[in-house]
């Protein structure tokens, strides 16, 4: 259980102001002012915005690929997770809870202070917390009891990790959290060696994402259409011949270069992998046609599957 200094820690601070940063944690001491500068409610006592239906929804397919590669490894603790009354969550980058599983009990509980899927669980909703101070300072971190900056996580310790796509940029948020008379340092480590884990996942099919492209690409390798193929951050991976002659440093650069060198975009058709089905790039036709006013048509992803290599 918490101290009664821990406490008194606390109640000083949100009445006066006045803290001895000596007893705590830099990054809750920096999250604690970042609170109090916000004007975020100490005694708030459960979490205010809740995402529901169709918003809901939205939210999960906008972070489809983070759930995807990051459910399975939830339900591989969850048994263990709830055994020990612990509750494992996803959640996005703008700190909405996109899924929470675990110990029964437990979830009870987390509902009596709206901690739920669809919630959103940042800094400024509900003061200092794992996952909203995560989401700050993308590092792994522990808060315990009233290290929480609001009373809605008094009774609470939570531990998260921040996951990171092959760019650096941070895609979710792994969580485990369960009552303070349960803390264990040890769930510090649990999430971050997970959140590695789902990096290392993601990378992996980043990659293969890449080889299926090029190998898509060679389907038009030879044609006299003007045709590029862009992965998702549309770079340019591919290119028909007729390309190739026109610009022969084509490979690397962006497509809004390409389209800055005199073509027009006349329409784009999804590339789908037969891996995991999602769109992994698109099929650019261009013209030679300098027209001001350009219009890009979509046509229905199915309209182009790589069937995979003869072989």
């Not at 604690?32 to 239906?53: E, F, T």
């Not at 918003?55 to 397919?61: D, E, I, L, P, T």
């Not at 917390?129 to 290290?147: C, D, F, S």
Request: proline share 3%.
């Amino acid at each position: 259980m918490e101290s009664t200094l821990s406490l008194n820690t606390w109640k000083r601070f949100v009445n006066e102001g006045a803290l001895e940063s000596s007893r705590l944690n830099d990054i809750i001491v920096k999250s604690w002012h970042r609170c109090k500068s916000a004007d975020v409610n100490p005694y708030l006592d459960k979490g205010r915005s809740i995402l529901r239906n169709e918003a809901f929804h939205s939210r999960k397919q906008m972070n489809s690929l983070f759930l995807e590669t990051a459910l399975p490894h939830l339900e591989r603790i969850r048994q263990s997770a709830a055994d020990l009354g612990m509750v494992a969550l996803l959640i996005d980058p703008e700190g909405y809870i996109l899924s929470i599983t675990g110990n029964r009990l437990t979830l009870n509980e987390a509902r009596k202070i709206n901690f739920v899927e669809g919630a959103c669980w940042t800094e400024k909703e509900v003061g200092t917390n794992a996952i909203g101070t995560a989401l700050q300072t993308e590092e792994p971190i522990m808060i315990t009891g009233t290290e929480h900056y609001s009373i809605a996580s008094h009774q609470w310790s939570c531990s998260a990790a921040p996951v990171r796509n092959d760019e650096g940029n941070l895609i979710g948020i792994i969580n485990i959290s369960c009552p303070v008379n349960r803390a264990h340092p040890y769930t510090l480590g649990m999430v971050t060696s997970i959140a590695y884990t789902i990096e290392r996942e993601l990378s992996i099919r980043m990659h293969k994402d890449e080889i299926e492209l090029v190998h898509a690409s060679m389907n038009f390798v030879d044609s006299k259409q003007l045709l590029l193929l862009c992965n998702y951050k549309e770079v340019i991976v591919g290119a028909s011949k007729t390309v190739r002659e026109c610009i022969p440093k084509w490979s690397g650069l962006q497509l809004n270069t390409i389209v800055q060198q005199g073509f027009r975009i006349v329409m784009e058709v999804p590339v789908i992998s037969k891996r995991h089905g999602h769109s992994i790039g698109k099929i650019i036709y261009l013209s030679e046609e300098a027209h001001h006013n350009q219009t890009t048509t979509q046509i229905p992803a199915q309209s182009f599957s790589f069937k995979g290599e003869a072989g």
